[in-house]
């Protein structure tokens, strides 16, 4: 069974960084674009970022610049390097790949 697992959420500053990790675990051949998204509330699900098989990379505007999304085949994992932090970058940020969502962990950003 294909699950994704994410880590590296919490409370940080203003101005400051975190990353966040996804790793593929379960039995699987290849996996095509992997991807992070955010759901702030009462607010819909938004793409921040996303990175194809082969290593084309996709961001929003609101975080082009400050973030940085990668991934290690080998490992099976995507990244996603937060930095500059703004508080309307709070959300529970959630792990796309093979269809499938992460269980999301949370970021908060305080000002």
């Known amino acids: 069974q294909v699950q994704l697992v994410e880590s590296g959420g919490g409370l940080v500053q203003a101005g400051g960084s975190l990353r966040l990790s996804c790793v593929v675990s379960?039995?699987?051949?290849?996996?095509?674009?992997m991807g992070w998204y955010r759901q702030a509330p009462g607010r819909q699900r938004e793409l921040v970022a996303v990175v194809s098989s082969g290593g084309v990379t996709t961001y929003a505007d609101s975080v082009k610049g400050r973030f940085t999304i990668s991934r290690d085949n080998a490992k099976k994992t995507v990244y996603l390097q937060m930095n500059s932090l703004k508080p309307e970058d709070t959300a529970v940020y959630y792990c796309?790949?093979?269809?499938?969502w992460g269980q999301g962990t949370q970021v908060t950003v305080s000002s």
């Open positions: 796309r790949a093979q269809g499938l």
């Open positions: 379960g039995t699987i051949f290849s996996i095509n674009s």
